[in-house]
Each structure stands twice: as structure tokens, then as C-alpha cells.
């Protein structure tokens, strides 16, 4: 079972994100070999999966347009009681099928996105159509052999499925 996270470690972790789609161009070149800098004052974030909107508050402190989709309905409702700003737009959405324009995006951020999809090649086709050509990607990977994690994986799975089995669940 995944720990939540501490309000402290889910702000450092958002002020992190943020900051590394705002330095991701600094002498860098995008994947198809296209240099450019960081994204403008006007730039439009997409962020998939987004949850209760951790993220917003530092991306639209930068002046950019943010639009949060999350698959969970209940997600973004509670994205949409904490933020009511005119740049900030949440919604119910699938990343296999964006409901948006191609290229319409100068960032997209996938933080606690990729471990939880099936289909993931699938899912950065999609990422790839809606991302303009000069666009950064912040993509999270799981580290699965950090302490939190192998202590989730070698000790509370098998005594939590040991419980269930105790208790007839």
C-alpha cells in the first residue's frame, strides 16, 4: 500500500516539479533535437493526474495556464474547491484519450502517473500528439528499491494478505 504523503513532502515536492519544468530548457535541447528555453510567462501546463492539485499554486504563481485532468472524479472536485483562479482548469480525463487540441501544450507533468497505467507506451503517444514541438516533459518513475518501498512490498503486503486470510477476506 502506497504511504501518504506529508503536507511538508507533498509542497517540496510540488515547489520541485514546478521549478523543473521552469529550468527544463536552460541549455537543453527537446527530444527531436530543437533547442529552446524554459516555457514562457504564458505557457500552457497540462498535468496528468493530477490529484488534489498539488501542483497548481506553484505553476500559476509563474503566470502559466494550468489544466489539471485526473481519472478520478472525486480528485477533481477536490482540485476544484481548493482553486478557483481563472488559470487554473480541472477536469475528469483518460491519458490514453487527452480531450484536447494537438499541440496545444508547452508542458506536461506525470508525477505518480506511470506505475499505475497499463498500457504506457499508449499513454506517451497521447502525451507526444498534445505537446508542441519545442514542449518539455516531467515524467516521475517510482524508485522500487527505496526503503519505504520494500518495507510497503516485503513486510506490510504479506502481513496485510496474512490478516485477510485470518479473517476470512
Not at 51 to 65: Q, R, S, Y
Request: aromatic letters at 6%; glycine letters at 8%.
Amino acid at each position: 500500500a502506497k504511504q501518504p504523503r506529508t503536507n511538508s513532502q507533498t509542497a517540496r515536492n510540488s515547489r520541485v516539479g514546478a521549478q523543473a519544468v521552469a529550468d527544463s530548457g536552460e541549455a537543453a535541447a527537446d527530444g527531436c533535437g530543437a533547442a529552446s528555453g524554459p516555457p514562457t510567462a504564458t505557457a500552457k501546463v497540462l498535468d496528468i493526474g493530477c490529484g488534489p492539485a498539488v501542483m497548481t499554486k506553484e505553476i500559476i504563481d509563474l503566470g502559466w495556464t494550468y489544466d489539471g485532468i485526473d481519472i478520478s472524479d472525486s480528485m477533481i472536485r477536490e482540485a476544484q474547491k481548493q482553486f478557483v483562479n481563472p488559470k487554473a482548469h480541472f477536469s475528469v480525463g483518460n491519458v490514453n484519450k487527452l480531450n484536447t487540441l494537438d499541440n496545444n501544450y508547452d508542458a506536461i507533468i506525470a508525477m505518480g502517473l506511470v506505475e499505475y497505467l497499463e498500457d504506457d507506451e499508449r499513454a506517451i503517444l497521447e502525451m507526444k500528439r498534445v505537446l508542441k514541438f519545442s514542449g518539455r516533459v516531467l515524467i516521475s518513475l517510482p524508485n522500487w528499491w527505496s526503503p519505504a518501498r520494500m518495507w510497503d512490498r516485503w513486510i506490510l503486503a504479506p502481513i496485510s494478505r496474512n490478516i485477510k486470510k485470518l479473517l476470512g477476506k
